[in-house]
């Protein structure tokens, strides 16, 4: 079942697909799913492939207990909503003083001038020469890094990579990040899913 959950990921209208254990039971398994529309579910079950997974799946389960409810709302669930907003990043507030880490460089955190719902955006500047003074990394968000301009290089989990303008970075939730700047500096426009309190600082992660 976990393969017919990782074939969704790129279905057009599913919105949600978990497979959860009952935790006093090991055979019962639940099944949540969130779609835009019955047509996008119905869509789902004609696509190539769909029927020999159903196959399968009837034949590891004794029976189906089907629950239709109707989403109102709730953290996780996508809003259907409309409109924009457009800001220049350099009029959001830089944080890195406030927490003594200006001689480092310059921290704008632009999710809430944006009035985001579910997207964390960041603009990042290291100062050249200098290294962030600490390494995070999370528990669900990704993230890309896009470097701007300057150059650098960036350690994640044991590996460290040399970085230039226009570089884009994508690094997985559990994998622990840190920038250093070169002799120009390193602007970094950041990005991912905004999830609150889901980073964690790792400090003495990257010293000389």
Request: hydrophobic fraction near 40%; proline fraction near 4%; glycine fraction near 10%.
């Amino acid at each position: 079942m976990l393969e017919v959950a990782a074939s969704l990921q790129d279905v057009a209208g599913c919105e949600l697909y978990v497979i959860n254990r009952d935790a006093a039971d090991a055979d019962v398994v639940w099944v949540t799913e969130i779609w835009r529309s019955q047509e996008a579910l119905d869509a789902s079950l004609e696509a190539e492939g769909a029927r020999e997974q159903i196959a399968r799946v009837r034949e590891l389960v004794e029976g189906f207990e089907r629950i239709d409810v109707e989403p109102l709302g709730g953290v996780g669930y996508p809003p259907a909503e409309a409109g924009f907003t457009v800001l220049n990043l350099e009029e959001v507030e830089d944080q890195a003083p406030k927490f003594g880490y200006g001689e480092m460089g310059e921290a704008r955190f632009a999710h809430g001038a944006l009035g985001a719902v579910q997207t964390g955006v960041s603009h990042q500047r290291v100062r050249p020469g200098r290294r962030q003074f600490f390494a995070h990394r999370h528990n669900r968000a990704e993230e890309v890094f896009v470097v701007l301009s300057g150059s650098g290089r960036v350690r994640i989990d044991d590996e460290i990579v040399d970085i230039g303008p226009r570089d884009a970075i994508r690094v997985a939730p559990a994998s622990t990040r840190m920038f250093e700047a070169g002799p120009e500096g390193l602007e970094l426009l950041v990005m991912g899913p905004h999830r609150s309190g889901d980073a964690e600082l790792v400090r003495g992660f990257w010293e000389d």
